[in-house]
Nanobody
Framework: QVQLVESGGGLVQPGGSLRLSCAAS????????MGWYRQVPGKQRELVAA???????NYADSVKGRFIISRDNAKKTVYLQIDSLKPEDTAVYYC????????????WGQGTQVTVSS
C-alpha cells in the first residue's frame, strides 16, 4: 500500500518560512519523480516544484528563488523549503510521486494547509 504523508504546514506571517515534508512508503522511492503541487478553492491544482529521481529540479516561475525542493532517498522523504512567504502562497500543498515507466505509478498525499497571513 502506497502512502505519502505530508507535514509541516501551518499559519505563518508574510516573509516567514516553512519546511514541508512528505514521507513515502510502499514505493521504490529513489526511482520516482516527486513533486509538490498546491491548490486553492476554485482553482486547478498547480505544480510548484518537482525533482527527478536523479535530482534534477524544476520550479514554477512564481516560486523561483523562494522555494527549494530536495529529497533524501535514504529517508524516502521529499522536502519543500519555502522562504519569503507571500499571502498568495496560501493553499493546500500536495505531495505527488510519479513514474511513467514500469513500475508505473501516480500517487498523492492528503495535503497540508499553508496559510500566510498577518
Amino acid at each position: 500500500q502506497v502512502q505519502l504523508v505530508e507535514s509541516g504546514g501551518g499559519l505563518v506571517q508574510p516573509g516567514g518560512s516553512l519546511r514541508l515534508s512528505c514521507a513515502a512508503s510502499g514505493i521504490i522511492f529513489s526511482i520516482y519523480d516527486m513533486g509538490w503541487y498546491r491548490q486553492v478553492p476554485g482553482k486547478q491544482r498547480e505544480l510548484v516544484a518537482a525533482i527527478t529521481g536523479g535530482g534534477n529540479t524544476n520550479y514554477a516561475d512564481s516560486v523561483k528563488g523562494r522555494f527549494i525542493i530536495s529529497r533524501d532517498n535514504a529517508k524516502k522523504t521529499v522536502y519543500l523549503q519555502i522562504d519569503s512567504l507571500k499571502p498568495e502562497d496560501t493553499a493546500v500543498y500536495y505531495c505527488n510521486a510519479r513514474r511513467g515507466s514500469w513500475p508505473r505509478g501516480d500517487y498523492w498525499g492528503q495535503g497540508t494547509q499553508v496559510t500566510v497571513s498577518s
